[in-house]
């Protein structure tokens, strides 16, 4: 059984900074393409971060790149999500993602993974 579990969202001012966690099962996090995709009403989800728990480069969509960044720590089976300077259109549900698949962590978010949380809400206020 995958299980993914998010963690760390809430209401921030603009400029703000949140972190969140995504905690999986042993058996998930090793060597699997761990990432976060966020969803707002009426739009589909966008992939926002990813990287590979076993090395490597992470990637990040145009959006985040520089406010944003997406750290493995493996000892505790661990994901996070480092989000600073955080703006109005930041605001989403954000979800933790895992797959196994190269093609879901290749810099354009095009491949769903097949493992998803249950999401966190970020909200960012003006």
């Known amino acids: 059984q995958v299980q993914l579990v998010e963690s760390g969202g809430g209401s921030v001012q603009a400029g703000g900074s949140l972190r969140l966690s995504c905690a999986a099962s042993k058996y998930t996090y090793s060597n699997y393409y761990m990432g976060w995709f966020s969803q707002t009403p009426g739009k589909e989800r966008e992939g926002v971060a990813c990287?590979?728990?076993?090395?490597?480069?992470?990637y990040y969509a145009d959006s985040v790149k520089g406010r944003f960044t997406i750290s493995p720590d493996n000892a505790r089976n661990t994901v996070y999500l480092q989000m600073n300077s955080l703006k109005p259109e930041d605001t989403a549900i954000y979800y933790c993602t895992a797959d196994t698949r190269f093609g879901t962590c290749s810099g354009d978010f095009s491949m769903t993974p097949t493992y998803w949380g249950q999401g966190t809400q970020v909200t960012v206020s003006s």
């Open positions: 990287v590979y728990t076993g090395g490597g480069r992470a």
